[in-house]
């Protein structure tokens, strides 16, 4: 079979590896067709467009090829690789940039969230892979995406383990503080930690699990200086007072305004607030109210930078 020409899109950006385009370059290439980042002037017998985000603005330059290919939770395409792509080690020459190996070491969730996509996406709980398998040869450090790991008896299994080994760790999506005993915090404590260790924070009732899960953090020997949430925003009022909650128990938090999967905005409540949540300079200069009846302050912090 002739060599392929393909062409890759990270439609999202390249500040974080995408793991599908990483797969696909990897079965691709063994396959030995020329991989490369897509660009206006070839012509390509495929390219794969992948986006994990459904607010990011879709690839409008036309592409010239004979194929194109598009996958991710930001085209509402929940389905999984081909399995002889999935079974792939990931490309990461495509991101030389970046440093940390990435993966899973389980893929679902128990829970069903009405605002979470992962159950329809990914369905039950299960494992994915052992650290082993993830690590990459030239690094130490780990970033895991799994969506629920503390929910599955082979991610806590993983954890242990990674805990007696010379690796640097990072869960990047927030831990689920229902599912942390003395004995999970034990296993968590002993991780060496890239930087945070992350829990979230959707509701109100999860502000004393919260609370108690952080007692059990704590007693077990995680620095308070690591404690970190998500937050998710929909009613700001609710959200605020569990951001005054979590402030106090020491934990450091990062807003996300609430956007549904069919193209709903958050509202510009929704986008103020986290913009006073994650701009650190406005958040320690003025109160949620302060911030609200002072446009001025407002403007600085758009000017600065924030969470969409």
């Not at 004979?66 to 395409?77: A, Q």
């Not at 969230?113 to 030239?138: F, M, N, S, Y």
């Not at 020491?250 to 701009?279: H, I, L, M, S």
Request: aromatic share 10%; net charge neutral; glycine share 6%.
């Amino acid at each position: 079979m002739a060599a392929l020409r393909i062409g890759l899109v990270d439609v999202d950006s390249r500040h974080f590896p995408n793991f599908a385009l990483m797969k696909l370059s990897a079965w691709h290439k063994a396959r030995g067709d020329a991989v490369e980042w897509w660009n206006g002037f070839t012509h390509y017998d495929r390219v794969y467009l992948s986006k994990v985000f459904t607010y990011t603005p879709d690839h409008d330059t036309v592409i010239d090829a004979d194929e194109i290919v598009t996958g991710g939770t930001g085209y509402k395409d929940y389905g999984a690789l081909p399995p002889e792509v999935e079974k792939m080690f990931p490309d990461y020459s495509i991101y030389p940039q970046y440093h940390q190996a990435v993966g899973f070491l389980t893929r679902g969730c128990v829970r069903a969230c009405e605002w979470c996509i992962v159950p329809r996406k990914e369905g039950a709980i299960r494992p994915a892979a052992t650290w082993e398998q993830l690590k990459r040869p030239d690094s130490r450090e780990l970033v895991l995406m799994d969506n629920n790991v503390l929910a599955c008896g082979h991610g806590l299994e993983q954890i242990g383990r990674m805990g007696r080994e010379a690796v640097w760790v990072d869960f990047n999506q927030g831990l689920d503080a229902r599912l942390i005993t003395p004995d999970t915090a034990a296993l968590l404590a002993k991780l060496k930690w890239i930087r945070n260790v992350r829990l979230s924070c959707d509701t109100s009732a999860m502000v004393p699990v919260i609370e108690q899960a952080t007692a059990y953090l704590k007693e077990a020997g995680v620095a308070p200086s690591r404690l970190w949430c998500y937050l998710l925003v929909r009613d700001v009022a609710d959200a605020h007072k569990r951001v005054l909650a979590l402030e106090k128990l020491g934990f450091d938090v990062f807003a996300q305004p609430y956007r549904d999967y069919d193209g709903g905005e958050p509202t510009e409540e929704q986008k103020a607030f986290a913009r006073w949540v994650n701009v650190r300079s406005v958040h320690r200069s003025c109160t949620w109210e302060d911030y609200v009846h002072h446009p001025r302050k407002n403007r600085a912090a758009v000017s600065v930078g924030c969470a969409k």
